[in-house]
């Protein structure tokens, strides 16, 4: 776990791919036990540690995630987001190039809760919601090409359904492309940056997250 930005009221770090964001029923350790763990150990602190959590990663994803020291700024960044004052670019290695260099997806989608998946279609059904996302391609190595992602919404696996939609899908992504997994079992999806208003010093504030060291990212370094 790499800390990209650390004070009394954020610690933000760059998860890495296959580490869960907040415990489930595996009982395997999150980035939650593991940033409590640093922040006991740092500030000598006894007793339990807060830490809230505003939003997630996907587990096989990496990237920046914010973690919150304190309700107060736990609620505000919460509020952020629904606000959605709070600018994240993803970056995603593709097995196809795009036909277009760059483009605005518009799609509808539903989560399949038994399959944990998401349903994507180019016209409105019932039970779904309007998902965009614009991407660029900034790259191309080895038969692939590296997009960078902005979303205007946040649906369940938005990026990953929306890009295999337009058969763009992740390097790495069971799920979304039958394909060989990666040695790691991760998906080629990284949080790169995020850009918001420091939620109670009203500063502004970005961090970027550098890629996983795995030769799928490299090749793009």
Known sequence: MKVLFED?????????????????????????????????VKYKKPGDVFLGLAHRLDRPVSGAIIL??????????????????????????????????????????????????????????EGAKKAILSYQ??????????LEVTLETGRTHQIRAQLSSIKLPILGDLKYRPQTPLEDKSIALHCHSMEFIHPVKKEPLRVTAAYPNKPWWQRFQ
């Open 8 to 40: 009394n009221h954020l610690l933000i770090v760059n998860k890495p791919a296959g580490i869960l964001s907040q415990g489930d029923n595996t009982g395997d350790k999150s980035i939650i036990n593991i940033a409590k763990e640093y922040i006991k």
């Open 68 to 125: 919150c020291r304190t309700s107060k700024s736990l609620t505000r960044v919460t509020e952020l987001f629904k606000e959605r004052a709070v600018t994240k670019i993803y970056h995603a290695v593709v097995m196809d190039r795009p036909q277009l260099h760059s483009e605005r997806v518009v799609s509808y989608i539903k989560k399949d809760t038994r399959k944990n998946k998401a349903i994507v279609s180019k016209k409105p059904f």
């Open 137 to 146: 391609q900034i790259g191309d190595a080895s038969g692939y090409a590296l």
